[in-house]
T-cell receptor, first 108, second 120 residues
Framework: DAKTTQPPSMDCAEGRAANLPCNHS???????VYWYRQIHSQGPQYIIH???NNETNEMASLIITEDRKSSTLILPHAMLRDTAVYYC?????????FGAGTTVTVRA | DTGVSQDPRHKITKRGQNVTFRCDPI?????LYWYRQTLGQGPEFLTY????????KSRLLSDRFSAERPKGSFSTLEIQRTEQGDSAMYLC??????????????????FGAGTRLSVL
């Protein structure tokens, strides 16, 4: 699976949109972009995934660039409970390969 | 809504003892995965099952580790002769694999809360 690069940490204000970047410049045509998050001491939680098109669900939006070399996860209205480690994963096969992720802290 | 269930949530053991963890997947899911997560790191893949067949084992899974899924439902992960380096969170995930031709990328894995193992 392709490697991903994420900033180690970021802060955002409660109620504002949080934009989490991810670089995956070596992504292949059949590899999906997945986002999970992990709140302290819990298991990873699936957020969203996509192949080429932008995706939106009740939790977040995923914007994938046209060349697919980077993507952005958007939390439209960050809440304190969204404080977590967010993992961007590029996946082709059965397993998920997690990196270090981005620690997102939502501040009141 | 029953998600992936793991038991126990916490386990403290002494070095050299054997431990066993259990995972109950989401009921209709035929694939089950084990991951390990050490402090400050992302989860690392250990092994996975499709129904009762163990299809892949990571090099991280030493001979002291064994996983089973005897009836294609729940799974157990056993660690024999535990070492301090085994201290970690052990995570289980499950997914439904419906048919050939569906891209792996569309196969969402749902995780349990994990079992935290501390080896003294």
């Amino acid at each position: 699976d392709a490697k991903t690069t994420q900033p180690p940490s970021m802060d955002c204000a409660e109620g504002r949109a949080a934009n989490l970047p991810c670089n995956h410049s070596t992504i292949s045509g059949n590899e999906y972009v997945y986002w999970y998050r992990q709140i302290h001491s819990q298991g990873p939680q699936y957020i969203i995934h996509g192949l080429k098109n932008n995706e939106t669900n009740e939790m977040a939006s995923l914007i994938i660039t046209e060349d697919r070399k980077s993507s952005t996860l958007i939390l439209p209205h960050a809440m304190l409970r969204d404080t977590a480690v967010y993992y961007c994963i590029v996946r082709r096969i059965y397993k998920l390969s997690f990196g270090a992720g981005t620690t997102v802290t939502v501040r009141a | 809504d029953t998600g992936v269930s793991q038991d126990p949530r916490h386990k403290i053991t002494k070095r050299g003892q054997n431990v066993t963890f259990r995972c109950d997947p989401i009921s209709e899911h035929n694939r089950l995965y084990w991951y390990r997560q050490t402090l400050g790191q992302g989860p690392e893949f250990l092994t996975y099952f499709q129904n009762e067949a163990q299809l892949e084992k990571s090099r991280l899974l030493s001979d002291r580790f064994s996983a089973e899924r005897p009836k294609g439902s729940f799974s157990t992960l056993e660690i024999q002769r535990t070492e301090q380096g085994d201290s970690a969170m052990y995570l289980c995930a499950s997914s439904f694999w419906g048919s050939a031709g569906v891209p792996y990328g569309e196969n969402i894995q749902y995780f349990g809360a994990g079992t935290r193992l501390s080896v003294l």
